[in-house]
T-cell receptor, first 114, second 112 residues
Framework: QQQVKQSPQSLIVQKGGISIINCAYENTAFDYFPWYQQFPGKGPALLIAIRPDVSEKKEGRFTISFNKSAKQFSLHIMDSQPGDSATYFCAASPFFSGNTPLVFGKGTRLSVIA | DADVTQTPRNRITKTGKRIMLECSQTKGHDRMYWYRQDPGLGLQLIYYSFDVKDINKGEISDGYSVSRQAQAKFSLSLESAIPNQTALYFC???????????FGPGTRLTVL
């Protein structure tokens, strides 16, 4: 019930292409879905997050798509750049309950090649 | 200055030694967390604390203990280090609602 499944484990994309990372969850109490970005040698940092009252959220080249009925959400990186090469983690939690920490997926290592 | 600091940044120790990793934050957050990161396993929660008097076990607490000395300080101890505790350790903080977590730079621990 607490697990968040993330795929793929690694991804190689050409510069200018679209990177897509998918996550699925089972706990219907989850209602907050952030994505974290981690560069080598650094701690993860919040990239973008979505609540289930919307099906899509876009910030620059980064878009979260959310499918509540399928219990899935995904990160799309448009016009992928070498500087986007990093590890990406999806996560989930019940936002308003306040007492359950984020549950993280196992991460996707993205490499954007020129 | 960084909002979340971790010391030491790197540590090499021997099996059986006691190790303490320290975390300090200047964000004024109530909630603090310790994670372990291994390649392919993502971020595994070791312990978390919602305030100074609150300590909770995470998914992999065996072999670890913590101390919340103040709102701003949260320490992780390995009482008797073993080689499979070799990993990257992160401290994080969040506000009362528990949404955005702010991570420190990490401590790379090697147990020989």
């Amino acid at each position: 019930q607490q697990q968040v499944k993330q795929s793929p484990q690694s991804l190689i994309v050409q510069k200018g292409g679209i990177s897509i990372i998918n996550c699925a969850y089972e706990n219907t109490a989850f209602d907050y879905f952030p994505w974290y970005q981690q560069f080598p040698g650094k701690g993860p940092a919040l990239l973008i997050a979505i609540r289930p009252d919307v099906s899509e959220k876009k910030e620059g080249r980064f878009t979260i798509s959310f499918n509540k009925s399928a219990k899935q959400f995904s990160l799309h990186i448009m016009d992928s750049q070498p500087g986007d090469s990093a590890t990406y983690f999806c996560a989930a939690s019940p936002f308003f309950s306040g007492n359950t920490p984020l549950v993280f997926g196992k991460g996707t290592r993205l490499s954007v090649i020129a | 200055d960084a909002d979340v600091t971790q010391t030491p940044r790197n540590r090499i120790t021997k099996t059986g030694k006691r190790i303490m990793l320290e975390c300090s934050q200047t964000k004024g957050h109530d909630r603090m967390y310790w994670y372990r990161q291994d390649p392919g396993l993502g971020l595994q929660l070791i312990y978390y604390s919602f305030d100074v008097k609150d300590i909770n076990k995470g998914e992999i607490s065996d072999g670890y203990s913590v101390s919340r000395q103040a709102q701003a300080k949260f320490s992780l101890s390995l009482e008797s280090a073993i080689p499979n505790q070799t990993a990257l350790y992160f401290c994080a903080t969040s506000g009362t609602r528990g949404d955005t977590q702010y991570f420190g730079p990490g401590t790379r621990l090697t147990v020989l």
